[in-house]
């Protein structure tokens, strides 16, 4: 059995990657950089891009399953290489948006349906990995933290459940190593709900620093974050955090139902990635 993991170089697919190898399970993987990619020379790496299904034909030779990041903007085409590929299960990493009312109107929402849609109507089978806010957002404060000890937001007392990216990777794992999940979408969340003065508070403790947060208005905060975000990504961020003031999200037991084992805290996030916070190079993050 062979698993092709796309975008092995992010987060949660360096971590299935990872968990594949621990599994003995014969990974191949690819990146749009794959000189990037630090993983065994038992890995065959390849360059593909999401939006050129063309660029997959050699890394899909003799695989069975797939992990699939769903950043792309025509996924029929794709799926349907895959399919001719002979892949016979995809699991995407989709999203809790799916789920909320109205996702279909919601920019971020309408992105996963697609693609969550496009793999349905294919036939094939498929395992939907559907987490909320991911603990690794907490990774955009690290340059104030390390510069200033302070965090600016527009909404510091929006709730959130983070989950760490090795959750999502573990049930990734077992969904890319059996048939448990087929047709299975699980929504994923972290075990607790924190605001994100809570979360900030937490980074603060970790690395015995006292943090502070600066509030700002949301014309600051897009200001500040169309720096380094598109700027349809800037109001979908500043949206959620608004709705998330008060909110109660949801927190699933899916993880520990499919693992058996308690999902892992903020805080673990934190405690895995302190380097960040401290003035690590971020690039060595992962
Ligand atoms: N942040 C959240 O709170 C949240 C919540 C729910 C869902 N999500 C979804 O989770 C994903 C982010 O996960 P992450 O933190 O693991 O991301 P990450 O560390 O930023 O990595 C993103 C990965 O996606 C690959 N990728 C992106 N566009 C690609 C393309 N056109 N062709 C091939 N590969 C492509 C990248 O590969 P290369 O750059 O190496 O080619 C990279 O490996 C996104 O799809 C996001 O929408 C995020």
């Not at 690819?30 to 050129?52: C, G, H, M, N, Y």
């Not at 949801?250 to 003035?279: A, C, M, N």
Request: net charge negative.
């Amino acid at each position: 059995m062979s698993v092709l993991v796309v975008g092995a170089s992010g987060a949660v697919g360096g971590a299935v990657a990872e968990g594949l190898l621990e599994q003995q399970v014969e990974v191949r993987a690819t990146s749009r950089s794959p000189e990037k990619l630090a993983l065994p020379a038992s890995v065959q790496t390849f360059a593909a891009d999401l939006d050129d299904p063309t660029s997959f034909a050699d890394a899909l030779v003799g695989v069975d399953r797939v992990f699939l990041y769903a950043d792309l903007s025509a996924p029929t085409p794709l799926v349907a290489t895959l399919a001719a590929a002979h892949v016979r299960h995809i699991v995407v990493l989709s999203s809790s948006a799916v789920t909320q009312p109205a996702a279909a109107e919601d920019f971020n929402g309408a992105r996963f349906l697609r693609v969550e849609r496009a793999v349905k109507d294919s036939g094939l089978a498929y395992t939907f990995l559907r987490p909320g806010g991911f603990a690794s957002n907490a990774a955009r404060w690290s340059w104030s933290i390390t510069r200033d000890g302070d965090v600016p937001l527009p909404y510091p007392e929006a709730v959130q459940a983070p989950i760490h990216e090795k959750d999502i990777a573990d049930v990734a794992v077992i969904a890319l190593t059996s048939d448990a999940l087929i047709g299975q979408s699980p929504s994923l969340s972290g075990p607790e709900r924190l605001t994100l003065r809570q979360q900030v508070e937490t980074i603060g403790d970790v690395i015995g620093r006292t943090l502070s947060v600066t509030e700002l208005t949301e014309a600051e905060s897009a200001a500040m974050l169309s720096r380094h975000v598109p700027e349809v990504w800037v109001r979908q961020i500043i949206k959620d955090w608004r709705d998330a003031v008060g909110a109660t999200p949801p927190l699933s037991d899916e993880y520990t139902r499919i693992t058996g084992k308690p999902s892992r805290t903020f805080r673990r996030w934190v405690e895995d990635h302190k380097g960040l916070f401290q003035g690590e190079d971020s690039r060595r993050r992962r």
